[in-house]
């Protein structure tokens, strides 16, 4: 890469955060987005079963943990997720709404959120890759994040071609990162938390990019119940505080 960290040229700065597609996603994922210029949700990369791209979690009036998943038809081990079709036989959405309705009827701000998750999930979708596109910039919306987002499947095809060739000397991982920096011309890329293991600093300050973690500060809110469970799905977040406070909330990370 040619980027340069500082100094030199007419390059302006540009900060780049990727991230699968996850469906209603927690507070970090909208963290990173509004802490980046550009988003690229990453939805042409192998589905991981039970992971976050189809279900995510939720507070039961009892106080436990409960799981709302967009049920998905059978597919290859190695499909991709934008390749995989939601199952459209039985009514899940129905369900994923009578579960929302159930535990949080009583949340300060259940009338605005609930609407806008019903004109959410009644729409019609084909694959999960769609509707998570279609919540994420929603939910967004709603935030006035105006992070431009694009998706991996529209722009990167080439970029996946070298993955497979293997013609490189770091990890798949990182080769893909890179090479969509380069592509996007970014200086300075952020990744969640989670990656600290996973990235070297000292790697991408050799390909002329930046790289920082976005830590989110120990954040708590009201909930329903006593005590206080964090990690829950943005849906948690906005019921019980609303758009305006979950807008403040999105402001308490440091970069690391």
Known sequence: ????????????????????????????????????????????????K???????????????????????KKHSHKALINEIQIYNDIDWRKKILATIKQNYSKANYFNEIYLLLQS??????????????????????????????????????????EIKSGDYDCKPMVKRVL???????????????????????????????????VKRDNISYPQLNEGFVPDLSIIDILMNVGAERTKMLLKEYRLV
């Open 50 to 72: 039970q992971g976050w791209v189809n279900r995510n979690r939720l507070l039961k009036n009892n106080g436990e943990v409960t799981y709302i998943t967009v049920p998905l």
């Open 120 to 161: 959410i999930l009644l729409q019609e979708y084909d694959t999960i890759s769609h509707l998570n596109r279609v919540s994420i910039s929603e939910i967004c919306r709603i935030l006035e994040i105006k992070t431009e987002i694009i998706f991996s499947s529209e722009k990167y095809a080439k970029v996946e071609e």
């Open 179 to 213: 090479s969509i920096c380069e592509i996007e011309q970014a200086n300075h890329y952020l990744n969640a938390i989670g990656g600290t293991e996973l990235y070297s600093k000292e790697l991408f300050y050799k390909n002329g990019v930046r790289l920082e973690f």
């Open 1 to 48: 890469m040619n980027n340069q960290i500082t100094g030199a040229g007419n390059l302006i700065p540009m900060t780049l955060g990727i991230m699968q597609s996850y469906f209603f996603p927690y507070l970090g994922y909208y963290q990173l987005i509004a802490a980046s210029d550009k988003l690229v949700i990453y939805d042409n990369c192998q589905y991981i």
